[in-house]
């Protein structure tokens, strides 16, 4: 596509990006002389006329929206079969690029970031836009940490999609659905707010709260399942944004926020409670939620809504109060450190730098940490000389527990225009030493993989190969989610009590048990399961089973024909 001209008018310059539904390119218009980027849609789009047709509707509409937090949209255009958006520029990456670079987020950028979305959707929603697809992926972070929202018409025009229908590319976004669209049922501006509640979650903790083997799984989650808790996976977090997320994220639209307005005035409190009081509170690491840091923040609050309502206000008496919060906080702060609530674990470890030493003085070197150091393989390096460590995984820096075994590889020299081994390295750190060998990393893609988080598995261009300098070389990391795959057991003819066990000595979890009448097997028999012996699957899948309830004569006598979970 490099150097297409769309129109006679646009250049298309480099890819630099794509999702489920298009490709984005880097473009000039030379009518008016300035970058832009070109979002084109997918060929198995295309064929959809109906699909291509809300496309073109829903762009145009969202081409009408002017707010500094959402993606300009200049042009929507067709060239033949391509179909585009012409839309700004942005100087930044998506929010799900910088939860993966950072693992989570600060309390305060997660609110300041929801903040920006929730205006960008208060202005959507009064032009009665619904975006559908609120996401980290939709929503980009500029080099000035501004929020900008995109994809309203491609989120419009997929609205209609089934679930059933199973399309990965579609169902990329299931993870942030709210129940209702799950469901298939009425979508309205609340449903926006649920999906921004479970991206303000992910900004906090740094993974999505419902995640499963399907998508279908994961949609019930969001019907059925409870919202885990932030503050158990997070201290520090304050009490009132975990109450803005359970109310953003409530099963029922009736319960949740009316308007992103709302949402925002309820950000922008805690935001003034934080600087009211400072931040050392919510960033301590108490295990607890004491009642009296509640209460100091609800009355810190009752100031705020006071002064909103009646200004100017009594600046003594304000003044007393927020004294009176904060002698309160010290006193549990001070309390919390003579019990030992802020202390680390001792167990943990920061990782030397072994580059430029050999296995050897490796090994010497990490006994004094309670580490150990193992040889992996022997590669081509830039800066260091034969038999000396070029690369290690875990990185320097990191965080590990006694014991950890660091994998070290030994450089065989210089070699100019051998491509490197960067499997195994951290995809940052892999950056970095192509960059030293002259070629670039390109695309990053995230896989299933039991590898540790962002940990290379594959480079586009083979180890030890040969190429021109300036080479970009494409990988895919780790996501660090993937579980060991196990065997599923033959389970047909074995009785219900066997099955289980079996099932759960796999490895595998029992799923909904469902009774049927059979003149073929006994009662209370296997006869037939949810997946074939012999296929493998990740550790922990749950396996649904149908049992007899032996043949119709005997199946008056009782049984059950509603599924039970095991």
Known sequence: MSNKLLLGRYEIIEKIGEGGMAVVYKAKDRLLNRYVAIKILRPEFVKDEQFVENFRKESQAAAGLSHPNIVNVYDVGKEGNIHFIVMELIDGKPLSQVIDEKGRLDYKEAISIARQVASALSLAHKNQIIHRDVKPHNILITSTGTAKLADFGIARAVSKASI?????????SVHYFSPEQARGAYVDERSDIYSLGIVLYEMLTGKVPFDGDNPISIALMHINDPMPSVSSQVPGIPPQLEKVIEKATDKYQSNRYKTADEMIEDLDNIDFIT?????????????????????????????????????????????????????????????????????????????????????????????????????????????????????????????????????????????????????????????????????????????????????????????????????????????????????VPYLIGKDVDTAKSEIIAAGFKVGNIYYEESDEYPKNTITSQQYKSGEELEEGTAIDIVVSKGSSSESEEGGGTTPSEG
């Not at 059933?164 to 990329?172: C, D, L, Q, V």
């Not at 965080?399 to 994998?407: E, F, L, N, Y």
């Not at 940990?455 to 083979?462: A, D, F, K, L, P």
């Open 164 to 172: 059933a229908e199973g399309s990965e590319k579609i169902m990329g």
């Open 275 to 487: 600087k009211v009081m400072g931040s050392s509170i919510f960033e301590s690491q108490l295990e607890k939620k004491d009642e009296d840091i509640s209460d100091a923040i609800k009355e810190a609050e009752d100031v705020k809504k006071r002064e909103d309502e009646k200004k100017p206000a009594n600046k003594t008496k304000l003044f007393i109060i927020i004294a009176s919060v904060i002698i309160v906080i010290a006193g549990i702060i001070g309390a919390g450190a003579m019990l030992g609530w802020f202390s680390g674990d001792n167990d943990e470890v920061e990782v030397p730098d072994f580059k430029g030493m050999t296995l050897e003085e490796a090994q010497i070197e990490a006994e004094k940490y309670g580490l150990k150091v193992e040889e992996g393989d022997q590669v081509y390096s830039p800066d260091q000389e034969e038999g000396k460590i070029t690369s290690q995984t875990p990185g320097k820096g990191a965080k590990v527990s006694k014991g950890k075994v660091i994998t070290v590889n030994i450089s065989l020299g210089k070699k100019d225009g051998v491509v490197p081994n960067i499997v195994g390295m951290d995809y940052k750190e892999a950056k970095e030493y192509l960059e030293d060998f002259g070629f670039e990393l390109g695309m990053v893609v995230k896989v299933k993989s039991t590898k540790p988080e962002n940990t290379v598995i594959t480079q586009t261009v083979e180890a030890g190969s040969t190429a021109d300098k300036g080479t970009v070389i494409d990988v895919e990391v780790s996501d660090g989610k993937g579980k060991e795959m196990k065997e």
